[in-house]
């Protein structure tokens, strides 16, 4: 048996056949032509095709994954639109009289190189997104078709990588679950398997070999492992975890409906993290306390400009409908560091992540935030819904954004527009916040830990920076020391704490931000249950002591 370790990017377990996956690789040549108009129009009409190509799994995506996961491929046709890359393949061809296919290939590969060696992650991820959309125009450039992701029986994918457009195709080809050497959690492609909820591993760093074709193999997405070749009674025991984990599944749902209470009569909140309406419609199902972070990036990521106050408002209101009269707490846009689009007008930064993001960008783009905090005000009229401001270091922060609420309510009632009563709440997630988070709390309806950017910031580590994962450790005990200090600040002037990010999906650490005194955890949504048992299963009265001594040892 073969075993190899990578990244889960989707929790559950595949048994089939091996199908290993080599995408076509045409070998690009590189010579002039005379007629670079004749060129030009080559190229053009193969843009145009691939366009057409990505409508058409646009729709197919609409069906597999829902409309937000489908912006996908608006955003690979935004790439063939990019005024760069085009400018950069109409030089080749026009002033270097080169061949269409060379000129899109020397292109694709520069973008490539450009977003693979950028610090940031996400941006990292970004570079096959570059490489479907060339690899899509010099298929069409050498007349060849799609190729086919499809078996007549389940099947397990085994490629170096996947790019968006074939992943989705992966819904109607009889594949129960994939791995690649290469890829990133970040990346598209696991955002679709994510949606797919199809056991899938990335990053695995194996070599494809064809002799593994038609081995079967188990994907344990559980451990982010892939056996190959395993024996009868290694299958048998990973068909049995899968029975047990289902089985796990299913008992959860007897927590449908609970009220989340300690054994000895704590109570607290379990809401959900969420970034997409159909997302909410999972926090229903999933019976959350409500929207704990509604992440809306995606609605400005998936188009080629800034979405209208209008388009804004359609959606938060149908979320605050959806959630009835729980809450729904939706994040102010936190684009930079690694969200970005042309059109954000972000300065190229060395560290982006120190740079102009969150409530930076926001305060010096005073209509963008003006438009969606509008939409805010006007949806709150359809439901429950707060806001809360994302990357806030100082207290002058929190002065200005005041400043700005006051102005829309005045513009709103001189308008005759109704509006509800919308909560104001603080992420905490840089150290400086944590040290004025008593300043902070008398300013703000409510305080929200993002675990996430705390640890990173707190430990000095990019947790996507392989080179250094050994020293990341969210668990480092000055992150419980600050989420400590944060909640007794907060309730010392009566105001809610919510815990969002990796750390708050631990059902292992769950009693201790019991015990610290956490009035929310949010998680997402398909962990809403685990969580409840969780709480459930605690007693803090008889942890909270010994607990907290821990911290300060």
């Known amino acids: 048996m073969i075993e190899f370790a990578g990244k889960s990017v989707f929790k559950g377990i595949a048994s089939a056949k091996i199908s290993v996956y080599k995408r076509y690789d045409p070998t690009v040549k590189c010579f002039t032509v005379d007629d670079p108009e004749a060129e030009l129009r080559r190229f053009y009409a193969a843009r145009d095709m691939a366009v057409d190509q990505l409508d058409e799994l646009y729709s197919m995506a609409l069906d597999e994954v829902g409309d937000e996961s489908a912006a996908i491929f608006m955003i690979h046709t935004m790439m063939l639109e990019d005024f760069s890359f085009i400018n950069s393949v109409e030089n080749l061809i026009s002033n270097g009289h080169f061949n269409a296919e060379y000129a899109v290939s020397a292109t694709g590969h520069s973008f490539y190189d450009m977003f693979l060696g950028m610090d940031d992650a996400y941006m990292q991820a970004r570079s096959a997104d570059v490489r ?28 170096e990588d996947l790019s968006p457009s ?86 959860l749902n007897e ?43 995606f609605i400005y990521l998936e188009k080629e400009r800034f979405p209208t106050e209008d388009e804004l408002f359609e959606i938060y209101r149908e979320a605050a409908e959806k959630m009835g009269d729980k809450e729904v707490c939706i994040r102010a846009l936190d684009v930079g560091a690694d969200k ?62 005041n400043r700005f609420n006051n102005d829309i309510k005045k513009e709103l009632d001189a308008d005759g527009i109704e509006y509800g009563n919308v909560k104001h709440g603080i992420i905490v997630e840089t150290p400086s916040a944590v040290m004025i988070s008593d300043l902070l709390a008398r300013e703000a309806d409510f305080l929200v830990i993002g675990t996430n950017d705390l640890a990173q910031y707190t430990l000095v580590i990019d947790r996507e ?15 419980f020391r600050m989420i400590k200090m944060v909640i007794d600040n907060a309730h010392r002037y009566k105001k809610k704490v919510s815990i969002c990010g990796e750390l708050s999906s631990d059902p292992t650490i ?16 398909s962990d809403i249950l685990l969580m409840r048992k969780a709480v459930c299963s605690t007693n803090v009265t008889e942890i909270s002591q010994h607990t907290l001594q821990q911290l300060w040892m």
């Open 340 to 401: 970005r689009m042309g059109y954000f007008g972000l300065p190229e930064e060395t560290n982006p992540a120190l740079g102009c993001r969150g409530i930076r960008y926001l305060l010096r783009n005073p209509d963008i935030f003006r438009t969606q905090l509008r939409a805010i005000y006007r949806a709150s009229a359809y439901g429950n819904l707060s806001v809360m401001y994302p990357m806030i270091s100082t207290v002058v922060d929190v002065g200005r954004i």
């Open 465 to 479: 920076e392989t080179a250094v994962h050994e020293f990341y450790d969210p668990l480092n005990i000055s992150m």
């Open 510 to 525: 769950t009693h201790i931000f019991l015990a610290m005194g956490a009035d929310e955890i949010s998680v997402i949504p």
């Open 166 to 251: 074939e992943t989705v195709r992966l819904a109607k080809g009889n594949i129960i679950g994939f791995v690649t050497s290469a890829g990133s959690v970040s990346s598209h492609t696991s955002i679709l398997a994510r949606t797919m909820k199809m056991p899938s591993i990335v990053d695995a760093g194996f070599e494809v070999l064809k002799e593994y074709d038609g081995l079967h193999a188990v994907i344990d997405g559980y451990d982010g492992k892939i056996y190959i070749d395993p024996d009868e009674a290694f299958v048998t025991k990973m068909l049995r975890k899968q029975r047990d984990e289902a089985i796990k599944a299913e008992l």
């Open 132 to 159: 479907d959309v060339s690899e899509r125009l010099l298929t069409i450039l050498y007349g060849n078709s799609q190729q086919e992701i499809s078996s007549d029986e389940p099947a397990i994918i085994l490629a």
């Open 255 to 297: 927590y449908k409906g609970r009220d989340n209470v300690t054994i000895d009569g704590r109570r607290i909140s379990l809401t959900a993290s969420v970034g997409s309406l159909s997302e909410i419609d999972d926090a229903v199902f999933y019976d959350a306390g409500g929207i704990g972070l509604f992440r809306t990036e």
